[in-house]
């Protein structure tokens, strides 16, 4: 008999005693009581049968500061298998977060984003993504018997791109009445420097993720991949998604990557690639900036349009790739800094493809964060290095206002804190969404794949989400999934790390 066999004989003998449990209820209690025993037991016998699968061979979690770090390994269908299994847990918890500020911000149902998932993005996804994507709802439904499909699952990994870039498309080119107002979202504060720029000369790359708090809460993933084709990939990112998603990470051939959105950004292309496959993709494959690009514009759907912030630690090259649909640009020095804070700055991408930005209203949280990106990096020319990024990923400095104030115009973001809310990216006033987390890392530290990182606000302040409520109800329909953003201490990850070490 073949151990599969074995295995799954066990579990038939559980489940037949578990029955037998079940028919020996009388009182109603009692059965529900049986029931409940039904239940656990099936799903111990699950996930016994599944623990010895070979599929899971290297893969382990622990938790530190706030985060969970994973190990991935393998080919594409076991990586896959690995994630689903082994988040299993954060992915039944993400899932009917995400998919309701999907659904109740896109004023679309579920079935329209499985049915976009499976008929627009899946053909075009790469054979090797495809089978990693099916993997992690096969590991999920291996471990908790879970009915979402790959389907539920490519949905997910498409957050950033359905909701903002394509229904709001969609709805302009059918003129769909009554339509939301979405826009494309103002996603994280970034900088990557170079040169005489840093202490050491090399690059020093940093960034805080700007998100709902409903997402931005869950968003507490360090995933350490090592493939069996590509680069070792050590990212953040959220539980049941196969690219970092608010963008940080690097490769073991020495490309680091970040990134923030475009602000008022227009435009899909419905024969295109989406942008999470893209941006995995040239995590795990670009060697170079020149190949980082490629693999970006091959295929650009126009999802998730970002400025790709981009270090090369073998040259100790930086670049910024302001990726529009109709036009882009790269910019390149191995002596300078670039940041980002969701403002594009190419005068044809903006007119082409973000035609409502102004760049010169200094009112705007964009706009407002580049005046005190160039204050701040300015003033510490040569200084710059991880601690002192990790204070700046933390800034309250308010460059409109001129003063001290955690709001939705300064680094660290606090828009739950503004009665202004961010009208260009359709953040209501008090929109509890803000910096959640952030992440920050140097050529040496990348060279070791080390990387540093914080959960919640990059300050240090912790969000409640009851008193919040309370005092801003029209945001009571987040009840369900809104909860207590603590921050953690800053803590360092490395790729590889063992459960060992973990406190
Ligand atoms: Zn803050």
Redesign the pocket.
Known sequence: MSDAMRRALAVVIVLAGAVLLWFSGHADQEAQAARNEVDATIASAREHAVEQDPRLHGTYRFERGGWIFVHLEGDPASIGFQHGYILAPEIEDAFPAISAMMTHEANRDWAFFRQTAREMLWPKIDPEYQQELQGVAEGLNARTGSQLDVYDIVAMNSFEELPDYYVAWLNKQKKTPNAPNLKSPGNCSAFIATGSWTKDGKIVIAHNNWTNYVNGERWRIIFDIQPTHGYRMLMDGFPGVIVSNDDFGFNSDGLMVTETTITQFEGWNPNGKAEFVRARKALQYAGSIDEYTKIMLDGNNGGYANDWLLGDRKTGEIAQLELGLKAYKLWRTKDGVLAGSNWARDPKVMKQDAPAFDPNNRETSPNARRVRWEELLNQNKGKIDVALAQHML?D?VDSFQKKDE?NERVL?G?VDASPRGVAVWAWNPFYPGG?VQAKAADATMAKEMRLVARMG???G?DFAAKPFLAAHPEYNWQAPYLRDMKAGPWTEFRAGEQQEHAK
């Open positions: 933390g309250h955690a660290c606090h910096a606000h990059p300050c302040t």
